[in-house]
Structure formats: structure tokens, C-alpha cells
């Protein structure tokens, strides 16, 4: 929940931790993480960040990244129990 | 290092250096160290680190997630700050019997709070994308 003053929102609750597949199907289709960025209009550095799990995407990123793997995504990310 | 980052690393060390100086300076030339607020200016340059290169993304939803953070923190810090600091100088120039604050005062204390918003703003964005980094 979080309360928006103007167009600045106060700090909510952290996200929850989403595990993910991104670096195995990225290396299975043969692409580079700048190639992955490019095609889900990000900087790398976020690709990085979320192949590691330091960064937990929104959901029309989460969407377009399954869509890139043409997975559901579901299959791609999924929240840690 | 991303364009917000950079932002951010300039905001930091520019406000930094500033309120450094004018710490340094004010004992010698008293309210004319106040000048020094105005290399914060300089922010007029951080829309150059945006400039797009081709087709290459420069600020995503990350850096904006950062930002909106770092922006959250350093208004509340600032802001409060500033409401403390005024609650202070009314009640000690009420207990002590005086009638009015200088506006001199206010002035620094307007030019303090600014420089400590960015201040606060690009050190949080710093310690973001180092924890992220880290985490990585």
C-alpha cells in the first residue's frame, strides 16, 4: 500500500522476491544480456540486477521478458515460498 | 554506469561540496559564504547526462524506481529538517525574549535545507545502485 503525495510516493512495503529464469533462457536462445535489454527496452545493468534477484521487475517488464522467451510467465518467474 | 547514476553521484558531490565551503567560509565572511549555494546551478547540466545516444535506453523503470526513492527520503529528511530547525529558533527566541527572527536566517536556512535535499537525494541514489550492484 502506499500513499502519493503529488507524484512522489512514500516508501511501501519492499517487494516481495521473485525467483527467476531469465539467465537460462537467455543463454539457451543465445542472447547477450545487452541484446535481452534492447529488446525489452531496459539498460543492461537492470538485466544484470535481475538475473540475480537484486532487482524484482514490474509487471509489464515481467510480461514483455516472457513474451521475448515465448513463455508464460509464470514458467519464467515465480515468487520464492 | 547508468545516466541516473551519474545524476545521482553529481547531486551528491556538488550539494557536498558546497555545504563544505560554505562551512569553511562562513567563519571569515560571514552571510557572504551564502554565494556559494549558487554552484548548485551547476544541476542545470544533469539534463546533459539524459541526451539520448541512438537507440539506446537511457533511464528505465529501475532508474526510476531509484529515483522516486531517493526523492521520497530526501524531501521527508529535508523537509522535517527544516519544520525542526524552525521549531527550535521560535521557541529559543521566545524563551529568551526575543520579539521576531531575522530574516537572515531564514534565508540561510532555505538555502541549507536545498542543499541538503540533493545532498541527501544523490547519496540514497548512490547506495541504491551500490546495493543493487552488490547484491548482484
Known sequence: MSLNIGDTALPRRSEPSLSNRVRDLRTQEGLTQQQLADMVEVTRQTIVALEQGAYTPSLALALRIAGVFKKPTEKVFWLES | ?136
Request: hydrophobic content about 55%.
Open chain 2, 1 to 136: 554506469m547508468s545516466a541516473m547514476e551519474k545524476s545521482s553521484w553529481f547531486e551528491f558531490l556538488i550539494s557536498f561540496a558546497v555545504i563544505v565551503v560554505v562551512s569553511c567560509t562562513f567563519p571569515f565572511w560571514g552571510d557572504a559564504a551564502s554565494g556559494t549555494f549558487g554552484f548548485m546551478g551547476l544541476f542545470g547540466l544533469i539534463p546533459l547526462f539524459f541526451r539520448k545516444r541512438g537507440k539506446e535506453v537511457v533511464v528505465d523503470e529501475r532508474d526510476l524506481a531509484i529515483d522516486r526513492k531517493a526523492r521520497g527520503i530526501a524531501v521527508s529528511v529535508a523537509w522535517m529538517a527544516l519544520f525542526m530547525t524552525l521549531m527550535g529558533i521560535v521557541l529559543y527566541t521566545n524563551y529568551s525574549g526575543g520579539s521576531s527572527v531575522s530574516t537572515r536566517v531564514l534565508n540561510w536556512l532555505l538555502w541549507i535545507q536545498l542543499a541538503l535535499f540533493f545532498c541527501l537525494k544523490g547519496i540514497v541514489g548512490v547506495v541504491e545502485y551500490r546495493r543493487h550492484r552488490l547484491a548482484a
